[in-house]
């Protein structure tokens, strides 16, 4: 087990994350969330960087504050606001990161930001957003970690440069199945691609962790009008929203309803709409 979070509980004046999750060595986990759903502060804490008020946290198995310098090494994160200082070029970075991490790939790392156009002579302060967020993920990625947590890495970037980083995450899980990532993004579609289960997090409570494979194949959004409704089995109905026609309804059973209600309308799931319901609608 890469990550073991149980009943952490972390509280401000506002507002608690109380939350538990898991990540399995050899996959990759998603944890989606709207801002301030405690995303951040999920990660924060599983790395050691915030206290917290009840709850236990294994990383790689200790405690975080028992891990040794050799295993922190072996793990690599990007966090929103955190970075290199602007006033640095990219041909700084390097000597820095190869007196941290004795495994830093200094070739792979500079193929790297060649492939994703990052100069190495302009100032970081200089770079765009987009810029900035691809070197965090390089940076975490080049060491050789057995454990990637990356919060929001790919925030900034177009289309083209998120596949970029999607695909670079792939490879490095294919280079050892012992490898594990935690990942948060807020464009789902990134994660429905790259995540073996995924994680929903809203206003500090995990509301469905499911088996990303499960959730697109099985899940189902039915759309019935206050008729059907009245009439459905609702065994199977996670969440309900009222919309002007009736009523969505999220179940994690799709091919059921199928078979039953040959009258409904009932579209496949996706992660997008799973979001929405299990945060926006009344939860059965």
């Given at each position: 087990?890469?990550?073991?979070?149980?009943?952490?509980?972390?509280?401000?004046?506002?507002?608690?994350?109380?939350?538990?999750?898991k990540?399995?060595?050899?996959?990759?986990?998603?944890?989606?969330?709207e801002?301030?759903?405690?995303?951040s502060?999920?990660?924060?804490a599983?790395?050691?960087?915030?206290?917290?008020?009840?709850?236990?946290?294994?990383?790689?198995?200790?405690a975080?504050s028992?891990?040794?310098?050799?295993e922190?090494?072996?793990?690599?994160?990007?966090l929103?606001?955190?970075?290199f200082?602007?006033?640095?070029?990219?041909?700084?970075?390097?000597?820095?990161?190869?007196?941290?991490?004795?495994?830093?790939?200094?070739?792979?790392?500079?193929?790297?930001?060649h492939?994703f156009?990052?100069?190495?002579?302009?100032?970081?302060?200089?770079?765009?957003?987009?810029?900035k967020?691809?070197?965090?993920?390089?940076a975490?990625?080049?060491?050789?970690?057995?454990?990637?947590l990356l919060?929001?890495?790919?925030?900034?970037?177009?289309?083209?440069a998120?596949?970029?980083?999607?695909n670079?995450?792939?490879?490095?899980?294919?280079?050892?199945?012992?490898?594990?990532?935690?990942?948060?993004?807020?464009?789902?579609?990134?994660?429905?691609?790259?995540?073996?289960d995924?994680y929903?997090?809203?206003?500090?409570?995990?509301?469905?962790?499911?088996?990303m494979?499960?959730?697109?194949?099985?899940y189902?959004?039915?759309?019935a009008?206050?008729?059907?409704?009245?009439?459905?089995?609702?065994?199977?109905?996670?969440s309900?929203?009222?919309t002007?026609?009736?009523?969505d309804?999220?179940?994690?059973?799709?091919?059921?309803?199928?078979?039953?209600?040959?009258?409904?309308?009932?579209?496949n799931?996706?992660l997008?709409?799973?979001?929405?319901?299990?945060?926006?609608?009344?939860?059965?």
């Amino acid at each position: 087990m890469m990550l073991e979070i149980n009943g952490l509980v972390k509280k401000y004046k506002d507002f608690t994350l109380n939350c538990s999750m898991k990540v399995e060595q050899g996959c990759i986990t998603g944890l989606v969330g709207e801002n301030g759903a405690g995303k951040s502060t999920t990660f924060k804490a599983a790395l050691g960087l915030i206290s917290y008020d009840d709850g236990n946290i294994r990383l790689m198995g200790k405690a975080p504050s028992e891990l040794t310098e050799s295993e922190k090494q072996k793990i690599g994160v990007t966090l929103a606001e955190s970075g290199f200082s602007g006033y640095l070029k990219v041909k700084d970075i390097i000597p820095v990161m190869a007196a941290m991490y004795p495994d830093f790939n200094r070739e792979r790392f500079m193929s790297l930001c060649h492939k994703f156009s990052i100069p190495q002579d302009k100032y970081i302060k200089e770079f765009s957003t987009g810029m900035k967020a691809k070197l965090k993920v390089l940076a975490a990625i080049t060491h050789n970690a057995d454990f990637l947590l990356l919060d929001e890495p790919t925030t900034g970037l177009d289309v083209m440069a998120r596949e970029g980083i999607l695909n670079l995450l792939r490879e490095y899980m294919e280079e050892d199945e012992n490898r594990s990532i935690l990942i948060s993004s807020h464009i789902s579609t990134d994660l429905e691609g790259l995540c073996d289960d995924i994680y929903i997090i809203h206003e500090g409570k995990i509301v469905l962790h499911e088996d990303m494979d499960n959730l697109l194949n099985e899940y189902g959004l039915i759309k019935a009008d206050d008729s059907q409704y009245t009439k459905l089995d609702k065994e199977y109905i996670l969440s309900v929203r009222r919309t002007p026609y009736g009523y969505d309804c999220l179940t994690d059973q799709g091919r059921f309803y199928k078979e039953n209600y040959p009258d409904l309308v009932v579209e496949n799931g996706s992660l997008d709409e799973t979001i929405t319901m299990m945060t926006g609608g009344k939860r059965l």
